[in-house]
């Protein structure tokens, strides 16, 4: 069955439940509105934020029955975020009868009054599986994912990582799961791990992705150069850590395996306070530039967002040099809420991978799992790597150090062949990222696909043009041709932050991204604002989307739209003879796919829709991609006398705006489009339509229902009760 983004199920009730008392702290970062807006969002102590999660939770059930979920689902408050008017959104996960939801999260927005103005969701409505007993067992599941891995070589499991029995409910219908660990031969080397969730009762794969989230390449060595950086002093001596960034501190791993590294780990510690020698001959020397670039990650994310490390709570995460042996990476590992840096291997002199940007990228991908959770694989995987080159850029610029100067290359200092790991105004120069957005994003490895997203921010910032930024040559060259200025780094960057933490869920695409992003825009600087404007035409640059109008200039008269009134001319049968042919079959689908022809697995009693009567109905559309569907009957007879009419009932949500037709669906009687219908159609019910069939008296006819949808946003048209008389 194909894996459809859903859609509106319900339009969820209004909450108005108790308002969340949050005290700010006040910020202590230097006041710069223009530059440093803040995305928004008050600081707060970890006490409160604790205080705030705490009456998220004791909402959660009244949350759930307002947004109209089942008896079987649970929430748990993972985040809240206090806007500076008072707003706040709250984040939940999801559990059905115990099991974590993949794809199950969503984000509550209230209003300074407390009263819920809307809700973001990963997938819409209530969630429920035909049962909670698996057809395979564990080990079962376990020898499907070593059989469907794709990341790694030589799969195999370990008994400690297991299948963990999930509901997966990133596509249309939600699917009894597991999800398994593999390890294997990898771009991270032999103890590379993947991710392969397979359905619990067939083993079919649902999805694959690598757990290790970080930059692979090579590193030339110390690039911080000489700098300070905030140890500890123990008794008469010092250790590498950082009290004053949540207590943060640097391990030497020595050489332990990525899988666990901290499994031979030890603190640097010594009778001095000097560290390293700038050489790897020192094992300090890759930890000083560790330590350095995590405290100038914390203090990015502090004072331009007063966000209070990774997962806001003041708690620094444990980080682990010369990690493994020849490893060319390093990573953040949620599971052990932790960061690695591999040391190299003879390919790059043995030198370790700690520049500035990678260790702003790979706190980044911790501030991801903390917020939005971006799924590693497809679409929302490019744009999990994306955050992190875009954070990891933004701390460059935020350190302003002389010896690294801040520019859009991703690992300018790792020595590269090409000097760089990614460009993100021109991704697609390395041969191997995206520039501009295809519908084959989805199934390109998320360090390429990324390249969307880091366009789209490069020109955001920067706009387009010529320049040189960090002493390296910039080009940022829209896929349309367009040219424009960019809002300046730090009002992008505050947009994405926003976008990040407020708007995006676990399922985000690259069309929500925008969507996201736009309103993100909207909330900083206004709907009619600049800077939202130039977000749309950063994403149309990059082909997502179309521009909004300038608000300058004013918004154009709406495009007409194609609407369910008949303009049939069709021919006569080729015999031009009468055929009896059959009644309609089925019309009200209780009988399953009895009488129809579908191209996709459209006919259905999922529940997270609603039948016009009984309990079956065809679901069509609502990818958020481009795609085509066909639901068809033929050899069906039009009465011979009378006026002859088809009728069918009809409901329509989308993910689009305005009176502009991007998703159709049209009616069409032996290849004649005899009606068409439209995202412009968006009904909060079902409508009942109207076709005339006149033309076809007596006739023998293919009835069939073709939906269209493009690139961007997603439509859902639910058909029921369909008769010919």
């Known amino acids: 069955m194909s894996r459809k983004n859903a859609l509106a199920a319900a339009v969820a009730a209004a909450l108005t439940l108790g308002t969340v008392t949050v005290v700010a702290t006040q910020s202590t970062a230097a006041a710069s509105s223009t530059a440093r807006p803040g995305a928004g969002f008050k600081a707060v102590s970890a006490d409160v934020r604790a205080e705030a999660l705490r009456t998220a939770d004791r909402e959660a059930a009244a949350v759930a029955k307002a947004l109209g979920l089942g ?94 029995l999930t509901v997966y409910a990133v596509g249309k219908v939600p699917v009894l799961a597991y999800r398994s660990t593999v390890t294997g031969e990898g771009e991270s080397g032999p103890g590379s791990r993947e991710a392969v969730i397979v359905d619990a009762g067939s083993g079919a794969p649902l999805d694959q992705y690598e757990l290790h989230q970080g930059v692979t390449g090579t590193g030339n060595g110390v690039t911080a150069g000489q700098v300070s950086i905030e140890t ?33 780990a030890r603190t640097f510690s010594k009778s001095t306070n000097s560290w390293g020698t700038g050489s790897t001959s020192s094992r300090e020397s890759a930890a000083v530039d560790a330590s350095y670039g995590l405290a100038k990650t914390w203090d990015f994310y502090q004072n331009t967002f007063n966000r209070a490390g990774i997962r806001n709570d003041g708690r620094g995460a444990p980080a682990y040099v010369h990690v493994d042996s020849s490893l060319l990476n390093a990573f953040y590992d949620d599971s052990c809420f932790c960061m690695s840096f591999g040391d190299g291997s003879s390919q790059n002199g043995n030198t370790p991978v700690t520049a500035l940007d990678v260790a702003g990228h790979e706190m980044s991908h911790g501030v991801t799992a903390a917020t939005a959770n971006l799924n590693y694989s497809g679409e929302s995987g490019g744009l999990n790597e994306a955050t992190s080159d875009i954070f990891g850029t933004m701390v460059e610029f935020y350190a302003n150090n002389a010896g690294d100067p801040g520019d859009y290359y991703i690992g300018e200092k790792l020595n590269m062949g090409n000097g760089y790991l990614r460009r993100m105004d021109n991704p697609a120069v390395d041969g191997n990222s995206l520039s501009c957005y295809s519908s084959n994003a989805g199934s390109v490895d998320v360090h390429y696909s990324s390249g969307i997203a880091n366009h789209f921010f490069y020109l955001a910032a920067e706009g387009t043009g010529a320049k040189t930024i960090g002493g390296l040559p910039h080009n940022g060259t829209p896929c349309n041709g367009d040219s424009f200025t960019g809002i300046g780094r730090d009002k992008a960057a505050a947009v994405w932050y926003r976008a990040l933490t407020t708007y995006m869920t676990s399922t985000t695409n690259y069309s929500s991204a925008r969507t996201a992003t736009l309103q993100a825009a909207a909330d900083l600087y206004g709907t009619n604002s600049q800077e939202r404007y130039l977000i749309s035409k950063a994403w149309a640059a990059v082909s997502v989307g179309t521009a909004l109008p300038d608000p300058g200039t004013g918004s154009p008269s709406p495009s007409p739209s194609t609407s369910t009134s008949p303009a049939p001319s069709p021919s006569p049968s080729s015999t031009g003879n009468p055929n009896p042919g059959n009644a309609l079959t089925n019309g009200s689908f209780e009988q399953g796919t009895t009488g129809w022809t579908q191209s996709d697995s459209d006919i259905t009693n999922s529940t997270l829709q609603a ?25 069906i007879a039009v009465p011979a006398t009378g006026s002859p009419k088809l009728t069918f009932w009809l409901k329509v949500s989308t993910q689009e705006s305005g009176t502009t037709a991007y998703d159709t669906l049209k009616v069409n009687v032996n290849g004649t489009t005899l009606a068409t219908y439209s995202n412009a159609n968006a009904s909060a019910g079902y409508v009942q339509k109207t076709v005339d069939l006149s033309a076809y008296k007596g006739r023998s006819v293919k009835l069939e229902f073709a939906g269209t949808e493009d690139a961007y946003l997603a439509t859902v048209f639910l058909i029921d009760d369909v008769a010919i008389g």
Do not use: C, F
């Open 71 to 164: 008896a079987d689902e649970r929430l748990t408050a993972k985040d809240v975020l206090v806007d500076t008017d008072g707003a706040r959104h709250v984040r939940y996960d999801r559990t059905y009868r115990g099991l974590p939801v993949i794809g199950g999260d969503l984000v509550v927005h209230y209003d300074k009054n407390g009263k819920s103005t809307s809700t973001t969701w990963a997938h819409q409505g209530a969630i429920k599986v035909a049962g909670t007993t698996p057809k395979l067992s564990g080990s079962d599941a376990s020898a499907a994912a070593v059989k469907h891995a794709k990341h790694v070589k030589n799969a195999r499991t370990e008994a400690a990582d297991g299948s963990t």
């Open 232 to 264: 500890t002093q123990s008794g008469s001596g010092y250790t590498l850590t950082d009290a004053s960034h949540g207590g943060t501190i640097v391990y030497d791993s020595y050489n332990s395996p990525q899988s666990n590294p901290k499994q031979n």
């Open 611 to 635: 039948a016009h009567g009984g309990s079956w109905y065809a679901w069509m559309m609502g990818y958020g991609t481009s795609a085509v569907e066909s639901l068809s009957q033929s050899n």
